[in-house]
């Protein structure tokens, strides 16, 4: 039985004269960049919780989406949705998924049940890896849905609350391990607060490093060796989240020595929220040596919350990719799509183009980042915008041979220096339209 009957078959790359909108223009897995498959540089993952679970529902209405798979929230029922999501992934041929303990499987009456009913999918999600080949980018327990969160988890001021955010997460990390996962993603959920007078943020913010701790030791214990990363976003559901940004995630990692252990999960539409671009935070990650994984989205400008929608902005992914590429490229990491159809895009077939257009958004990104670097022209004019610290004071300061009275001395000698050069940012940028629009 297929659920996605109109596909009749596996998405194929038909090139760029291709009109078939089940086809990629641009995303060729086995092609090579760079002397690698594109496949193994972009490690798409598809999100469960949106992709399966995102109903469509907004503050002014109930759920759009028509999911004829669905039925009762059951074990049964939840073990065909795994079927229902291989079946989209492997038509789609993303290799990799990531997933929230709370979309897999139905929260029961207490955590034993909900364990037992983790427990049952997972049986089914392993098998479905093993036949397919597909993996898991990530695993993550959702921290923040049940009321119970409503004050944060491991941030929550009741102490019972943290022991049950502790529980759940110890399966979640269980789970991962068991299904072999890449890496482990802490998201801020509610770890957070609203009002500073009902608030005790020093101690919030060492249980959040306690709990983390916890978790790497955990890990080490049932031998997962997976990557754990922090993802940042400013605000939404709190008004400020401990996870503000990349420098605040990675200050906090740093301040309660998590560095060997965490980088971050880096998401464009958290980026926007917190007032940077996600070029900005990937880049400030990267040079701190944290840039694990990013959640593939984007906002809308006009709109000033998390509308996590399909990436279709080809200078957005050529930015990212550039980025990626000159960090080294993904290891444990990915590109997560963790967008979701809009309302209106209610039915399954609409899931196919949207993950098609991230595809391809990435691909022709990946293709203009690799002929941006082949050529060497944008690095070579980035190269000698600082010439002045290739040789004499400059090369000098690099190696630790100054220091400020060594630099008076040095100015008061020469005298007012030259002008700047022209930083030549329109120049830029028509060379960046010339690799783009070919
Ligand atoms: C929500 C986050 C969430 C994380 C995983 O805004 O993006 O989906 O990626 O908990
Ligand atoms: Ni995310
Ligand atoms: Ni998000």
Known sequence: MSAFSEVKKTVQYEGTTSKNPLAFRFYNPDEKIEGKPMKDILRFAAAYWHTMRASGSDQFGSGTMLRPWEGKDNVPNAQKRVKVFFEFLEKLQIPYYAFHDRDIAPEGDSLQESNNNLDAIVKTLKEEQKRTGIKLLWGTANLFGHPRFMHGAATSCNADIFAFAAAQTKKALEITHELGGQGYTFWGGREGYQCIWNTDMKRELDHLAKFMHMAVEHAKK???????????????????????????????????????YVKLNIETNHATLASHSVEHELDYAGSQGFLGSIDANTGDTLLGWDTDQFPTNVYET??????????????TGGLNFDAKVRRESFEPIDLFYAHIGGMDTFALGLKIAADIRKSGEIAQLVKERYNSWDTGVGKEIESDKHNFTSLEKYILKKGNPDPNKSGRQELFENIINRYTFK
């Open 318 to 331: 050529t930015k990212i990719m550039l980025i990626v590429l000159k960090y080294g490229g993904f290891k």
């Open 222 to 260: 049932i031998g997962f060796k997976g990557q754990f990363y922090f993802e940042p976003k400013p605000k939404e559901p709190t008004k400020h989240q401990y996870d503000f940004d990349a420098a605040a995630c990675i200050n906090f990692i740093r301040t309660y020595g998590l560095e060997k």
